[in-house]
T-cell receptor
């Protein structure tokens, strides 16, 4: 499974847009890009998934360039409750998930 | 519509005792995964099971750890003769089937403390 690299931490203020970029240079043809969110003392929660171009749901958007070697999770107008760790994962969905250390997002009032 | 259930939520054991962690997957899900998370770290895969079968146990320590997912009942992660280094949060996840998607549904975790 491809290894991912993302910033260790990010700070933001309420109402701002937050973009978290993930690098996955060795992504395979069959791999999807998936983002999970984890609050303290809870299990991770699926946020969004994509294969190429742009995907949007009620929570976030995911931008994937043509070469698929990176992806950007975009959180519009964050609130305090978006403070969490965000994990970028790549894989073909047929096996275990490989979690990195994630990006710790802190939202300030 | 219950999600993944794990119990107990907190478990305290003394060194040398056994720890049994239970996981009930989402109803209808036949794939179960166990992960371990140390403080300030990401989750580390341990084992992947389908009903009555271990599919991938590449993340399981060779000794003291075992897992099962019987035909009936929850999946069990068993740690024998626990040591302080086993203290961690253990998460169970389930999925309905193999697919090209990476969505797994996680439980709330069991926090194991070894004294």
């Amino acid at each position: 499974l491809a290894k991912t690299t993302q910033p260790i931490s990010m700070d933001s203020y309420e109402g701002q847009e937050v973009n978290i970029t993930c690098s996955h240079n060795n992504i395979a043809t069959n791999d999807y890009i998936t983002w999970y969110q984890q609050f303290p003392s809870q299990g991770p929660r699926f946020i969004i998934q994509g294969y190429k171009t742009k995907v949007t749901n009620e929570v976030a958007s995911l931008f994937i360039p043509a070469d698929r070697k990176s992806s950007t999770l975009s959180l519009p107008r964050v609130s305090l409750s978006d403070t969490a760790v965000y994990y970028c994962l790549v894989g073909d969905g047929t096996d275990k998930l490989i979690f990195g250390t994630g990006t710790r997002l802190q939202v300030f009032p | 519509n219950a999600g993944v259930m794990q119990n107990p939520r907190h478990l305290v054991r003394r060194r040398g005792q056994e720890a049994r962690l239970r996981c009930s997957p989402v109803k209808g899900h036949s794939h179960v995964y166990w992960y371990r998370q140390l403080p300030e770290e990401g989750l580390k895969f341990m084992v992947y099971l389908q009903k009555e079968n271990i599919i991938d146990e590449s993340g399981m320590p060779k000794e003291r750890f075992s897992a099962e997912f019987p035909k009936e009942g929850p999946s069990i992660l068993r740690i024998q003769q626990v040591v302080r280094g086993d203290s961690a949060a253990y998460f169970c996840a389930s999925s309905p089937a193999r697919s090209p998607y990476n969505e797994q549904f996680f439980g709330p975790g069991t926090r194991l403390t070894v004294l």
